[in-house]
Nanobody, 115 residues
Framework: QVQLVESGGGLVQPGGSLRLSCVAS????????MGWYRQAPGNQRELVAR???????NYADSVKGRFTISRDNAKNTVYLQMNSLKPEDTAVYYC?????????WGQGTQVTVSS
């Protein structure tokens, strides 16, 4: 069983930056692929960024060049650095850990981009 706790969300002006963190409990964090997803009101949850156990990354087209996902296996933590934020980035951001048939979700953290 893995528990995930996100933090770092908040209100930011367009063009600003935020860094989200997700801390995982339990052992064997390094084997999990970690992802950040987001869900805006009325929309489906969508993948924002993902990083494999080997460090390979992929991003949604809408965030390429603005967001960076990284992980620190020693701290059981995955990060999402978000720069040049836009109002359309407003959503609840969720952390996900996946390996084989297992998938775990955090409770989400709200990101609001508004002037």
């Amino acid at each position: 069983q893995v528990q995930l706790v996100e933090s770092g969300g908040g209100l930011v002006q367009p063009g600003g930056s935020l860094r989200l963190s997700c801390v995982a409990s339990g052992r064997f964090f390094a084997i999990y692929a970690m992802g950040w997803y987001r869900q805006a009101p009325g929309n489906q949850r969508e993948l924002v960024a993902r990083i494999t156990s080997g460090g390979s990354t992929n991003y949604a087209d809408s965030v390429k060049g603005r967001f960076t996902i990284s992980r620190d296996n020693a701290k059981n933590t995955v990060y999402l650095q978000m720069n040049s934020l836009k109002p359309e980035d407003t959503a609840v951001y969720y952390c996900n850990a996946g390996a084989a048939a297992q998938s775990y979700w955090g409770q989400g953290t709200q990101v609001t981009v508004s002037s």
